[in-house]
Nanobody
C-alpha cells in the first residue's frame, strides 16, 4: 500500500536550519514535493522535484533558502531549510504524483504532516 512518512520537524530559532525527510513506500513516483499550511492560512506550495531528470521548482517565499533533493536508493526526498523565519512556522506535508512529464495534474498522495515551529 502507498504511504508517505515525513520526519525531521521540530522547534528551531530564527536563522537556524532543519532538514525534513519523506520516505515513500508501495510504489515509485515521478513527482514528489512539499507543501505547508500555517494556522488560518491556505496550503502553500514549497518545492517539488521531478524524478526523471531531477528538475526542481520552488515557491517564491522559500527561494534561496530551501533546497529539495532526492535519494533514488531510498525512494525518498529531503527538504533542507536554512535561514528559517518566523513566517516559516507551519505543518509541512510531503506529496507525490505519478504524472508523467514535467507537469503535475494532481497530487494524489499525501503524508500526515510534520510540525515546524520557528521561534525568536
Amino acid at each position: 500500500q502507498v504511504q508517505l512518512v515525513e520526519s525531521g520537524g521540530g522547534l528551531v530559532q530564527a536563522g537556524g536550519s532543519l532538514r525534513l525527510s519523506c520516505a515513500a513506500s508501495g510504489r515509485t513516483f515521478n513527482h514528489m514535493g512539499w507543501f505547508r499550511q500555517a494556522p488560518r492560512k491556505e496550503r502553500e506550495f514549497v518545492a517539488r522535484i521531478v524524478w526523471s531528470g531531477g528538475a526542481t521548482y520552488y515557491g517564491n517565499s522559500v527561494k534561496g533558502r530551501f533546497t529539495i533533493s532526492k535519494d533514488n536508493a531510498k525512494n525518498a526526498v529531503s527538504l533542507q531549510m536554512n535561514s528559517l523565519k518566523l513566517e516559516d512556522t507551519a505543518v509541512y506535508y510531503c506529496a507525490a504524483s505519478p504524472d508523467v512529464g514535467v507537469v503535475v495534474r494532481g497530487w494524489n498522495y499525501w503524508g500526515q504532516g510534520t510540525q515546524v515551529t520557528v521561534s525568536s
